[in-house]
């Protein structure tokens, strides 16, 4: 899935990873809301089911770091996850970005991200977390159930590792669109580039997201070849920003969308 606003102009996208999560706390409306002030052309974000099945926005499967508490994400309810405070370790983390009003940051669900960007341009990247595939069967179900009661179809790009999500995300729902998410671990592997790819098919994913050790040009050339357009992840360096009009990347996460707005 491409987005239609893309222009040789804007090219690369810039997308806000976690929001704008380098002065913020990251999967937060505050970030988010950073990120869009800054200008971005979409977020990224992550999410995970709670006890009873709602998605919530958070990468982590506990809150040990970003909650500064004991528990996993899936053992609580969306009201209990709804009251953790994800703000004070930012302002401790990052004393320069502090702001007394990240305090009052709690943990979203993914309903509320969708409400905050109703009314925005801006694509809407979602990257499933979750360790098993039953758990993420579920988790595809819910989101896709999300993206159709917004009518987020043209601005919603849903990403996963587990590429038996994004396969079960398309059987729900074909006209979401969807990435495959590739670390960059995937090259100590023979042939990498081409299983890379034979995977993304199989899936069917509409999008390609690379680690940026795997931003290589032959991989690239065959991606473009395949008909498929290249999200490279995380960049905070400016010069990423002409790198990527050379090798004709589709768009840029970074967690410091400003930075490569302004460079671009």
């Known amino acids: 899935m491409t987005n239609t606003h893309q222009t040789p102009d804007t090219r690369p996208l810039i997308i806000g990873h976690r929001g704008a999560s380098a002065i913020a706390p990251e999967n937060t409306l505050a970030a988010f809301k950073q990120a869009l002030s800054a200008g971005v052309d979409g977020i990224e974000l992550d999410v995970r089911l709670s006890r009873e099945g709602v998605p919530v926005v958070i990468h982590d499967a506990t ?5 500064l508490s004991s528990g996993a994400v899936r053992q609580l309810g969306s009201k209990q996850l709804a009251q953790i405070d994800v703000g004070t370790w930012f302002n401790r983390a990052h004393p320069k970005f502090a702001r007394d009003e990240y305090l009052e940051e709690r943990i979203p669900t993914l309903a509320q991200v969708f409400d905050l960007m109703r009314n925005q341009p801006a694509i809407i990247y979602v990257e499933m977390k979750g360790e098993h595939d039953d758990a993420t069967s579920e988790l595809a179900h819910s989101v896709a159930k999300l993206v159709k009661s917004f ?41 990498w580039r081409e299983k890379i790819l034979a995977a993304t098919a199989d899936c069917g994913a509409n999008e390609l997201l690379l680690h940026r050790l795997l931003a290589r040009r032959k991989l690239l050339e065959k991606a473009h070849d395949a008909g498929l357009p290249v999200v490279v992840w995380t960049v905070d360096v400016a010069d990423w920003v002409e ?6 990347l589709h768009a840029l996460m970074t967690n410091h969308p400003a930075k490569l707005l302004a460079a671009r």
């Open 243 to 248: 790198r990527a009009r050379l090798l004709k």
């Open 63 to 67: 809150l040990r770091r970003t909650g």
């Open 151 to 191: 009518n987020l179809y043209d601005r919603v790009v849903v990403i996963s590792f587990n590429l038996t999500a994004i396969a079960t995300l398309k059987k729900f729902d074909s006209l979401i669109g969807a990435g495959a998410l590739f670390g960059s671990t995937q090259i100590t592997s023979r042939n």
